[in-house]
Structures are given as structure tokens and as C-alpha cells.
């Protein structure tokens, strides 16, 4: 009973971690115009995504944006191990959205999107909160 006990506690101590590792607020790399954004991951029925909270230019002055509160992630699967797929990305600045597919790697998050492969474009976002 004791070892089904701690089986239990250690699968769920396993599961929130996991489910804690793309929670938080990424910064996107900075587009053709120089401007960065604070997305913040979210659940979003059992998959992940990521709304734009805030927006800054390229002096680092927060501007705002029509964009904030707006997904630009959406449906992202947890595969474990830091690899999320199945999921899409916008591109505010294009108004177009790609497959999508990222992989976390301690503060770093690796974000690509496809229009179809070979055809994607990656880039690196930051965890700062």
C-alpha cells in the first residue's frame, strides 16, 4: 500500500513538473522592424498557448499594439522532454499563421514555423518570468 502510495505522489510531483515547463512569459526575438514581445504560455484545454502581454520597440520603450491579448501560439502539444508540436504560430507583422513546432531548453525556447518544410523560419525566445 505504502510503495503504491509513493508511486502516486512521485507520477503526480512528475506530471506538474512537466506541465510547469512552458508556463510562464517567453521574449520573442525582434521582427524586420526591431520590436520584441512578452508572450505568456498558457493551457488552453490540455495543449498549450501563448498571448501576447506586451510589446516594446527597439530602444526598449513598451509601445502598444493591437496585438495584446492575442494569440500567437495556439494548440500546442506537449510531447515531453521540452518538444511541443502540432501546433500553430502567427505572424502579426505578415497576418499569416504556420505549423508550428518549439523546443525548450532551460530558459530558451526554440520556435519554429512552416509554411511547409523545408520552408520555415526559427527563432529563439527568452524565458524572463
Known sequence: ????AIAAALALAAGAAQAEGIDGIFQTQANDQGNI????????????????????????????SPHTGKN???????????????????DPGADKTYKSTMQL??????????????LCKSHRWTRVK
Open 72 to 90: 500567437i501560439v495556439a494548440g500546442m502539444s506537449d510531447d515531453g522532454g521540452g518538444k511541443f508540436s502540432g501546433g500553430t504560430i502567427w
Open 105 to 118: 531548453d532551460g530558459k530558451t525556447l526554440n520556435v519554429k514555423g512552416c509554411i511547409v518544410a523545408p
Open 1 to 4: 500500500m505504502r510503495t503504491l
Open 37 to 64: 514581445g512578452m508572450v505568456q504560455f498558457y493551457d488552453c484545454g490540455g495543449k498549450y498557448c501563448g498571448k501576447l502581454v506586451k510589446s516594446f520597440d527597439k530602444s526598449g520603450k513598451e509601445i502598444a
